[in-house]
């Protein structure tokens, strides 16, 4: 029997571990591996205490809510509009980079068949839709078992990919490119989308006291297979690393190993449209009172609509998704985590002190990181 710390921490990964890894290889070897390491740790402090913010507003708030919800609450109408229009800009985003890249790497599974990545895109979203309406205990009992199944492929294709891997690929820093990695690794890192969710699954007061907790261990710990992922796919690849990360490595690994990664792509892909499209159905009936069956048709089918449309280009997608998700929604969480600390109505299982001079630091950093990323990378 799964306890319920372990469903809330499959919840996160799973939304934390979706297309983004599959961008990181790539990304990283065009700017060098000392500045995607700088992005990870820099990045990753920043991005595991907005998760814990997060939280810690979930728990001050007694009503169940989403991020609209609450920056409507705490911030007042003009708040719950850029808050909207974030959430679903960027919700909608990512899961048109799922569907972009669950039909390559389909593809890619079942070579022969006959059928282009385009039919297997339309095959994924179709075969996934029915599981975002049925509800969120399902899917976090999906969540577990997927994840451990990612963890243990990433960690055997690393051993397999190990022998192959050749240091002189290990390109330290190109300058050119010191922006790059910046969306796609804020991307990677981002999946504050699912506290409320793990907050439902923790109901009692005892559960919320290892909510924190769960929040840390599931950052830290898709961190390190990010890290182990990319090392793995440069060390192979070399200059040669592609969008997707697989494509670069076919002429230098079997096709075994190759249809291994490919199926941890789509599992966790897989994992993370499900609960993106759970988060914004919810979202939208929740904070914005839209009927069920409309809300999940918005949530499932506007992104389908924008893939029919042509819009398919991968690493555009995630860098442009994680910029927005980052800059606007991270600075609402922050303003929101603010004003929660004072006007909250439930008392916290947790509650960070954080010096208000710090938080006007990361206000900026998001600002200066859109910015660059729109007109430097």
Do not use: C
Not at 42 to 51: A, K, N, Q, Y
Not at 203 to 211: I, P, Q, T, V
Not at 245 to 264: D, E, M, Q
């Amino acid at each position: 029997m799964l306890n319920k710390f372990s469903l809330a921490m499959a919840l996160l990964l799973g939304t934390m571990i979706g297309a983004g890894i599959f961008g990181i290889p790539y990304v990283v070897s065009r700017s060098g591996i000392i500045l995607g390491f700088f992005y990870f740790l820099f990045l990753g402090i920043f991005v595991l205490l907005i998760h814990l913010f997060f939280g810690e507003i979930v728990l001050r708030t007694k009503e169940k809510q989403r991020l609209p919800g609450y920056a409507q609450r705490y911030l007042g109408k003009k708040g719950k509009i850029l808050a909207a229009f974030s959430t679903i800009l960027g919700i909608i985003l990512v899961l048109l980079a799922y569907i972009i890249l669950g039909g390559d790497f389909l593809e890619i599974l079942f070579r022969g068949s006959g059928l282009s990545s385009f039919q297997f895109s339309l095959i994924f979203a179709l075969v996934l839709s029915p599981l975002i309406f049925k509800g969120i205990k399902l899917v976090a009992r999906a969540e577990f078992f997927t994840n451990l199944s990612f963890i243990l492929i990433i960690f055997l294709v690393f051993y397999l990919t190990f022998p192959k891997i050749d240091f002189q690929n290990f390109h330290l820093v190109d300058f050119k490119n010191i922006f790059l990695p910046y969306g796609v690794i804020l991307f990677a890192l981002t999946g504050w989308n699912a506290i409320p969710e793990m907050a439902e699954i923790l109901e009692e007061r005892s559960e919320k006291k290892k909510f924190k907790k769960a929040i840390i261990f599931s950052v830290i710990l898709a961190t390190f297979l990010y890290i182990l992922f990319a090392l793995s796919v440069i060390g192979v690849s070399g200059k040669n690393t592609s969008a997707d990360a697989f494509s670069g490595l076919l002429p230098h690994l079997s096709k075994n190993i190759i249809l291994l990664g490919v199926l941890a792509g789509v599992i966790t892909i897989a994992d993370s449209f499900l609960i993106l499209g759970l988060y914004l159905k919810n979202s939208l009936i929740y904070d914005f009172n839209i009927k069920k069956n409309l809300s999940f048709l918005l949530a499932w089918g506007i992104p389908l609509i924008l893939f029919l449309l042509g819009f398919r280009q991968f690493i555009g997608v995630i860098g442009l998704a994680g910029t927005i998700i980052g800059a606007i929604e991270g600075i609402l969480i922050i303003l929101i985590f603010q004003k929660a600390k004072t006007l909250g109505n439930r008392e916290p299982e947790y509650s960070l002190r954080v010096p208000t001079p710090f938080l006007y630091v990361l206000i900026l950093v998001f600002i200066l990181g859109g910015i660059f990323h729109f007109f430097l990378s």
